[in-house]
């Protein structure tokens, strides 16, 4: 078992950055990048969160990921704009995109921007999100490296290419969808793979394409299942054309995964805002979401079920509760983490008073 | 056991036609709502084809959809538009839609129209697909009728709301996704229900919430089960956003079935276009596709499957079968669609000789 330490977001954010920083990343864009990472632990979609740091910083190393993120806009229009991130960080070229995506939607009532020859990007809701301060509805999508097979198939083509769309509302909180094309995300494989617990037959395929329950399997020779069965694997195959092919970039087998040291991950992403105002008055529109909301709550609840939650609901009550008491970072975490602030001399993370009680 | 006469599409489109206009709606327009439909048999999506024709003549004769469609642009910007409807035939201002959201991506690379008071639009992918011969990427939504519960309630809110998205290959056919966010259509339950047969547990929930395998009680009290679980129910709802609360339409329980002869239906869609060559190099694109095409068919399959199918080739393959051999259509809808016949004086439809056989 691991002990659990927790820590607050300003302090994750200051770690992040400053290892970043020691890595190499110039201070304006290792701060967008730890906000990213902090905002997923905040939202307590864990597998986004700090924990992919090292994973960055190995890549920084090998000098397979740009220290420097420069972004180029190589073709535009005035509602669209293909952006060639050049192996820079994923948060960063996905930042500048999605700014350039509101902006655009300012002028045309929809901005639309993909990105070539990134890198991960967290969590798509990061960048979705973006747009809910200005009444625009965001999107945000990545295609990301093989691990599930089209369907029918037993070997791995499609990434878990997630789909984010974030919506305003009025004095309810935003609808914030935000989800992989996969049963679940392969996190969840490894955690039950590290607990020796059984999966279930749902999530992944074992190497002939049979449902498994051996975490083991899954993760060796085996695929992730997407959701909803061929229909989730057709909507990622769509993503990787719209995220991948469309922008000009790699797709398919073209795309790598964070681990692979030798090579850039080339990966890519396409982000969209719709300006709200172009289409409908804003106040009637915030209305009806906040309406839309408390009926989607006041449904009558399952057999068992004890509330029935708004896409994004979830999160945001998990935010309230990680910025009042902290995050839970596990000690094998903590482990790596603290591998790479001796390297840089940066100061470990401050607990949570109490915390570790 | 129902006999399968056959018919070529042509006498699907004189047909359903020729009903229309008897039913008041203008020729222009009855060919359009003609061609949506027979687009859907020759496809072999047989529940969107000619055996809605009686609903929609239904509609029209009760007063509850307009015999004249008036598509009114009532917002616009360079890249944007949203389309009031009036209540009119959802075929006729989709296909106006579409080809607006076409036009408008021509200039600015991505065009986004929004439809309001609307009508059942049919297959979803009939919008989508005409983005492919201008070498466009086409995406279709439309929200509908509650069927669906939010995820882990117990009661109807959410439409069964499909995706489509359709993008161009080189020598290759398309790729073209159109699926609804249910498990399946609500039309198979109902073939169960005629064949005394259970349902699969993973389709439909009774009034408590519980999956049910009696097609009875899933479609007496019971509700759709949205496809991925939590995920498509999430999908369903950002789409019911997109489709009816962006154009200014209505949502959730403000959307009436097809069936409900007192009222419209205030379904809404919207339809998106992106212009491929505002993005990258068309040729480049197309090899792409065809390349992710031939890759995904190439991919071993899972134990007890022969062949792996790209988003949309079954139903191509099922266009070119339509074209020989002619479209099958049971019996009771023949009887049906007898009956519309009578009314209107309408030439009954001449099956392909030899298909009584």
Redesign the interface.
């Known amino acids: 078992m691991y002990m659990n330490v927790k820590y607050y977001p300003s302090e994750i954010q200051r770690f992040c950055c400053e290892v970043l920083e020691g890595a190499g990343v110039r201070r304006s864009d290792a701060e967008i990048v730890a906000r990213n990472l902090t905002a997923a632990d905040r939202r307590g979609i864990e597998s986004h969160g700090i924990m992919r740091l090292p994973s960055y910083v190995a890549r920084l190393e090998a000098g397979v990921m740009e220290k420097e993120t420069v972004t180029r806009v190589v073709?535009e229009?005035?509602?669209?704009a293909?952006v060639d991130a050049a192996n820079g960080l994923g948060a960063v070229a996905s930042t500048f995109a999605m700014k350039l995506a509101l902006r655009k939607s300012e002028e045309?009532?929809?901005g639309?921007v993909?990105v070539k020859s990134s890198n991960h990007y967290g969590i798509a809701g990061f960048y979705a999100m973006m747009a809910l301060s200005r009444d625009m509805?965001g999107l945000s999508f990545t295609n990301a490296v093989p691990a599930m097979?089209?369907?029918?198939?037993?070997?791995a083509?499609i990434g878990t290419n997630p789909?984010c769309?974030a919506?305003p509302a009025g004095v309810e909180r935003p609808?914030v969808?935000d989800?992989a094309t996969s049963?679940v995300a392969k996190g969840k494989i490894m955690l039950a793979q590290k607990k020796r617990v059984p999966i279930p037959p749902t999530w992944a395929?074992d190497g002939?394409?049979?449902p498994t329950t051996d975490p083991d399997v899954a993760l060796s020779d085996g695929v992730l299942l997407p959701?909803?069965?061929y229909?989730?694997s057709?909507?990622a195959?769509?993503l990787?054309?719209?995220c991948g092919?469309?922008?000009?970039g790699a797709?398919?087998?073209g795309v790598a995964a964070i681990a692979a040291l030798d090579r850039s991950t080339e990966v890519g992403h396409l982000f969209a805002a719709?300006d709200?105002a172009?289409?409908?008055?804003v106040g009637?529109?915030k209305e009806?979401?906040d309406?839309?909301i408390r009926?989607?709550r006041a449904?009558?609840?399952?057999?068992g079920?004890e509330?029935?939650?708004?896409?994004g609901e979830i999160e945001f009550e998990k935010e309230v509760e990680s910025d009042t008491n902290g995050i839970a970072i596990s000690q094998a975490v903590l482990d790596e983490l603290h591998g790479c602030a001796s390297k840089y001399g940066v100061e470990l993370m401050k607990p949570v008073s109490g915390s570790r009680a």
Do not use: H, N, Q
């Open positions: 073709r229009t005035r509602a669209i293909v045309c009532g929809v639309i993909g509805i097979a089209p369907w029918g198939g037993r070997a083509y789909i769309v919506i609808i969808y989800g049963v395929a002939w394409g049979r959701f909803g069965g229909k989730g057709g909507i195959l769509a990787d054309v719209l092919v469309l922008p000009g797709f398919g087998f719709l709200i172009a289409f409908s008055p009637e529109f009806k979401v309406r839309m009926e989607v449904t009558p609840p399952a057999e079920i509330r029935i939650y708004v896409p």
